[in-house]
Structures are given as C-alpha cells and as structure tokens.
C-alpha cells in the first residue's frame, strides 16, 4: 500500500463518516429516515425540513 | 405572540400558512393535506408566529384532525386564533367559526377567496359580518397575496389589545338556550380553574365530549344535572343533542348569511368542474378513464420519457466509471483500494442513481394529477370499492401516498376516524407498491421483459392491489369485523396545475433521492463489498463465494430455494432491501462485479424468466423497509403487531412467490 492508497482510503472513510452523520441526524430529528420519498402527502415533511437545517 | 390557524379542509389555510410566513408548505388540491400542526414565524411582524392546524369542520373531537386542532387550542393555549373562511362556502365555514367564538379568545376571521364571490357577481358586507360575529372580519384573496398585510395588522391588534369576541348567544330562548346555560352555570368554576371558557365547556358537554368531562373534573352529582338539563332539551326540541346544537348554530348562521352576504352566481370553473365529473366520475366511465390515465402515465414513464432519460444517465455512469477504474489502473493503486471506490462506491451508488430520472418522472404525472384535482375524484370513485373490503374512500388516501413512500403513508392514517379503519389501512399500505422498489422492477424488466416494460411495470402495481385487496377481505372476515365510517369528502374545482407546485414537488423528490443514494445506499454498499471482499479472518478472498456475506447469505438462501432463487447473493440482497429497497439493486450490482449497464446481462445468469417474475412478487410483497416499520410500530403502538405485520407480509410474499413458481412451472 502507498501513501496515496491510505489517501484515498481516508477520503472515503471522511464520505462514509458524513454519511453516517447525515442518516443519524435525520433519524434522530424525527425526519423520514430512509424514507422514497412522496413529500407531497408527507405530514412530517416539515420537521424534515425544519429539523434537518437546525442541526 | 402565537396565533392557531384554524378552518375548514380546502379553505386555503396552507396557501394563507405561505403567504403569512414566506414558508414553501406543499398545497394540494386535496382536503387533508395537513394532519399535524405546522408552525412559521409571520413576515413583517415582530414575534409573531402562527400554527396552521389540520383542516376541520368542527372542534368535536372526532378525527384525529379534530383531536390535533381542539388540543392545540385547549392545551397549547394561543393568544390569538386566525379563522380562516371559504367566502364560496360561506355557511359551512362559519359552523367553525361559531364554535372557535365560543372559546372566547381573541380572534379574526379572514374572509378567504373574495376574488372568486366578487368574480361571480357576489358580495359580503364585511362590517355587518364583523358585527354580527363580534370579531374583525377581513376580507383576502390568499393567492394572490390580497388582503394578508390587513389581516395581519387586525390579528396583531386583537391580540395585543385582548380583544376578545364579543359575548354572543347564538341561542334564542328556549329549550336549547336553557340548556346551554344550565350547563354553563355547573361547570363555571371547573371551566375557569382549567382556563377554557364556560360556554365552551358546555356546549362540548352537552355534545358528549367524555375527555373534556374528565378534564373538568366534574362529580357524579353535576354530571347527573348536566344529563338531566340535556334530556329535557331533548323532549323538549325532539332533537337529539347534536342535532340541537347544530340547528341551533345553523340558524344563528342562516340569520348572519340572509342580512351580509349576497350569494355569488355559480363560478365557471364549478360549472366546468360538474361538466367534467360526469365522465370522471361517472358511474360507468370513472374505472375505465382512472386506468387509462394510468396506463398513459406508466407508459410515459417506464417506455418514454424517463427509461430514455434514465439509459443517458446510466451511459453517463458507466463513462465515469470507466474513467474512475482506468485512472486508479494507471497509477497503480492497490487493487483493493481500487476495488472499493470501483467496485463498491461506483457500481453500488451509481445502480441506484440511474433511476432518478424513472422517479422524478413517474412523480411529475402524478403530482399533475394532484394538483387538477383529479386524485380528489379518485378516492370519491374508489369509495364504492373500498367499501367492498371494509374501508371506506378516505383509506384511498394513505395508499395513494403509500407508491410513493410507506413512511408518510402510514402517517397519513391519522387522518382516518375510525380506529379499525386506520389499522386496517396501515396493515394494507405496505402492500402498495413505493418508488424505492422502482429501480427493482426498471432493472429486472430491462433484463427480461424488455419489449413489455410497461405492462409489467402495471401489472406488479396491480398486484400489490389486488394481494392487498385480498389481505383485506381475509382481515374483514376475521380481526377487523365491522362497518367502515361514511366517507364524506368535499372536492375541489378541477384548475390547472401550478408549475411552482409541480417543480417544488419535483425538487423535493429528486434532493431525498440524491440523499439516500449518497447516505444509506452508499453505506450499505461498502458493507456489502466489504462483506463480500473478505472471509471470516479478515483475508481478502479471490472469490466471493468463500467470503463472509456469502456465509451469512448461504443461512438463509434454502428458504428460497422453493421459489426459484437459492443463491446466496440473491437472499443477500433481500436482506439489504430491508434497509432500503433500492439495495437490492445496488447490492445485486456490487455482488455481481457490474456497472448498471450490464447488470441486465449478469441477472440473466442468476435467475430465469420465472424465477425472476417469483423474485419480483417476493420483493413487491415482502417486508417493508426499516424506517417503514419503525413508522408501523409508532402508529400502532405495539411491538408484537408491528412484527405480525412483518411476518404477515414476508408469509404472503413467499407464499405467492411459491404459488407463481412452482404454477408457472407446469407450462
């Protein structure tokens, strides 16, 4: 392994850290965690919004 | 300063919600769209915030609706009520608004959609009104943004004045009358030492209304007078008490209505509105139009606009993948480095991403079709339906939004009245098919079905109906006997849609997308790779079939052996479709060493045309995702229920999966 293979190994650890960060976020907001979609009849789409841009 | 936004379903309030806050709530041309209280800080005035509650008829604590507004205003205690008024509907409106006079808070009433009276030659005499009602009456169009600024400073004003409603006995003397205040006068101090209003306490009383009745705390002696001072006013109107309530409001209304308003012609677009709903909503015409348009809008998407869109995209992937794979190649990165960016980041993310353009697609009809009007017909035109497997229309609205998203779809129960009917709805819901197991079918239909797309596409939508229907009448029969609620239903005039809604729900749909295939399906496809990289000591494998996934995925692949589909990876990617249904696609890709592009081509080595159809039926019926089941488990308010519904739903999969495999067999 050379330096630029621990490189990009960290920068994808870094993108898989932020995912993580994302999901859990807006889990524990409340929001539509792994939700598809279909905002328009969604009655939390809300707290999604709201929650998510507080955090 | 908190002000409760309060009126009837499809009066406008969301549209007033925007214009009052600046916010971008969606509007839908469809009552219900609101069902928990939303709140936003009011433009131009200083510490002013507003709460647009559910749309209601009455503050009779009958839907959940009701229960959310009635304890907002009980509970939350706002300083101000904004009522909100449908001034084409004049007399229905204002039965709210009697009752919303009665807590005795300070409140305004917007007259809204004066454009439209003043359209057809009508008019309200909006001073009058104010006297009559003993509140400001102000006159807006919440559209067009006409009136808003009045209504605003009127509120703030009534407010910071205390100005409360003027005292109003809606009852002229008599039966009804004496009641009233012979309730009012038991519970004075209990309504008093709870901060609610007499008259409103007991006018609720005399309604039944049992929480309000323990939150007084009223002894056995003053419920037994209440009792009485109801009874009397029963023999003596010959109504029964909400029958007597509601004439008596109803005429005060009547008095008000005859005096200020003069009635508007009938509107054009309601004309038109009547002219069209003899075909879409025709006894004989509605079925067969409500499934042509579909067809048309399936066929749009899966065989025009978004499958062309959609192979771009994937050509597109597939070039920067390429790109990505021959750049790492020529600086020699180490092949596992290589692998996992290639591999696993690009084959499972990039899966999952192509087929954008097949949702923002599918959802750009139907959000067209939301915003005619057209899907308000359609829950009127499946009542009749429905009622055939013990739901009433209104559940039609949790399953329509249920192909998009379970998760707001088993939310959207709240909006049912009946407890039998919303668990009912929510044990169905799952059954129909959400957009996040689109790129399932677009990959398998691609890979099998090719010339037929569309029919196929139709034909795993109508499954989903149809195995629901049947879940249905078993349910019907057995743990949820009994009779739907009447289902009544106001529908709006047909308009045409409104591009910023359209673009606004389009936005929306495609950011969530990028979200999860950037968030949860980019996690689980570099557990995946890593799972499939490696063996039990950590040792990267030369072949995945010695890896650690295809250990846990060989537990589990004899169950599925019976349907058609016994390789591990097959059962490893229903697995990760519990997490999310677009893993399956992104996990079947990682598995198989493939870019979209060809992942086609791979299934072909994994399944035949059968066992692809029994593997579609399974995942069409199987288990919804785990966000879809924590939603089931906080609605239903139980663990064991929420895990029948999980082994329901994967028993009626597999079932059906085995009964099309083995059937299918014999040809």
Redesign the interface.
């Known amino acids: 392994?050379?330096v630029?293979?621990y490189l990009?190994?960290a920068l994808?650890a870094g993108?898989?850290f932020f995912?993580?960060r994302?999901?859990i976020r807006?889990k524990a907001s409340g929001a539509?965690?792994?939700?598809?979609?279909?905002?328009?009849?969604?009655?939390?789409?809300?707290?999604c919004a709201k929650q998510t841009t507080e955090k | 300063m908190v002000f409760a936004l309060a009126g009837n379903q499809n009066s406008g309030k969301t549209t007033l919600f925007n214009a009052l806050t600046g916010s971008n709530?969606?509007v839908?041309n469809f009552p219900g769209?609101?069902?928990?209280q939303?709140s936003g800080a009011i433009r131009g005035a200083k510490d002013a915030q507003v709460v647009d509650l559910p749309g209601i008829y009455s503050i009779r604590p009958y839907t959940q609706e009701e229960i959310v507004s009635r304890d907002f205003i009980l509970d939350g205690k706002p300083d101000g009520i904004i009522n909100i008024v449908d001034a084409t509907n004049i007399e229905r409106n204002l039965y709210l608004t009697l009752q919303l006079l009665e807590l005795r808070i300070p409140m305004v009433v917007a007259l809204n959609m004066m454009d439209e009276v003043r359209d057809n030659a009508g008019s309200i005499d909006v001073q009058l009104m104010s006297r009559q009602l003993g509140v400001p009456v102000v006159p807006i169009a919440a559209s067009k943004n006409e009136g808003v600024s009045e209504l605003v400073t009127q509120a703030m004003n009534v407010v910071k004045r205390r100005m409360l409603p003027a005292v109003q006995d809606f009852c002229p003397d008599g039966a009804v009358h004496r009641c009233i205040h012979a309730v009012a006068h038991v519970i004075e101090d209990h309504a008093r030492a709870i901060g609610v209003s007499p008259r409103f306490c007991a006018t609720k009383l005399i309604e039944g209304d049992p929480s309000l009745s323990e939150r007084l705390d009223l002894d056995q002696n003053e419920l037994e007078l209440i009792e009485h001072s109801v009874l009397e006013m029963e023999h003596e109107t010959k109504f029964d008490r909400n029958e007597a309530l509601a004439d008596m409001r109803y005429s005060f209304i009547e008095g008000v209505v005859a005096t200020s308003v003069v009635k508007s012609h009938e509107s054009k677009e309601h004309r038109r509105s009547v002219s069209i709903d003899k075909i879409l909503t025709g006894k004989y015409t509605a079925l067969p139009v409500f499934f042509g348009v579909m067809l048309l809008v399936f066929w749009l998407t899966f065989n025009v606009i978004g499958s062309s869109l959609s192979n771009l995209l994937t050509s597109g992937i597939g070039w920067l993948t390429a790109l990505i794979d021959r750049g790492l190649t020529a600086?020699?990165?180490?092949p596992v480095?290589k692998s996992?960016?290639v591999d696993g980041?690009f084959a499972g993310v990039g899966s999952v991403l192509s087929f954008l353009p097949i949702?923002v697609t599918l959802?750009f009809f139907?959000?067209i079709l939301?915003d005619t009007g057209y899907m308000a017909r359609v829950a009127f035109v499946m009542d009749r339906l429905l009622r055939k497997i013990g739901l009433s229309g209104r559940s039609f609205?949790?399953m329509?939004?249920?192909?998009?998203?379970t998760?707001?779809?088993i939310?959207?129960t709240?909006t049912l009245a009946s407890d039998r009917d919303r668990k009912m709805t929510i044990l169905l819901t799952p059954f129909m098919s959400?957009?996040?197991k689109i790129p399932i079918y677009a990959v398998f239909c691609a890979a099998f079905f090719a010339r037929y797309q569309a029919l196929v596409m139709i034909g795993l939508y109508a499954a989903g109906i149809i195995f629901g229907i049947l879940v249905a009448l078993i349910l019907k029969g057995t743990a949820f006997r009994g009779e739907p609620v009447p289902f009544v239903m106001e529908l709006p005039n047909y308009r045409m849609p409104s591009p910023k809604n359209v673009i606004l729900?389009l936005w929306?749909?495609a950011k969530?997308?990028l979200?999860?295939a950037?968030?949860?399906i980019?996690?689980a496809s570099?557990v995946i790779w890593f799972l499939q990289t490696f063996d039990l000591r950590l040792n990267v494998v030369s072949d995945s079939a010695s890896s650690l996934l295809a250990l846990i995925g060989r537990l589990i692949a004899p169950i599925f052996r019976p349907i058609g589909f016994a390789d591990w990876r097959v059962a490893t990617s229903l697995i990760s479709g519990f997490?999310?249904?677009?893993a399956v696609v992104s996990t079947l890709s990682v598995l198989m060493g493939t870019g979209v592009s060809e992942l086609h081509l791979a299934l072909s080595s994994l399944f035949t045309t059968l066992s692809a159809v029994s593997f579609l039926l399974f995942t069409l019926l199987y288990t919804p995702?785990?966000?879809?089941v924590a939603?089931i488990r906080k609605e239903l308010k139980s663990g064991w229920a929420t895990l029948g519904v999980i082994v329901m739903q994967c028993g009626v999969a597999w079932i059906v999966a085995f009964a099309a495999y083995q059937i299918g067999g014999l040809f």
Request: hydrophobic residues 45%; proline residues 2%; charged residues 20%.
């Open positions: 392994m050379r630029v293979d990009i190994l994808v993108i898989l995912a993580v994302r999901s807006r539509c965690s792994g939700c598809g979609g279909g905002c328009a009849g969604c009655t939390a789409r809300t707290d | 709530q969606h839908g769209v609101t069902v928990e939303k600086y020699g990165i180490n480095v996992l960016v980041i949702v959802f139907l959000s939301e609205v949790p329509l939004i249920g192909f998009g998203c998760v707001p779809a939310m959207a709240r959400c957009s996040a729900l929306e749909k969530d997308f979200e999860r950037f968030t949860i980019l996690l570099v997490v999310a249904k677009e995702c785990v966000a879809a939603t």
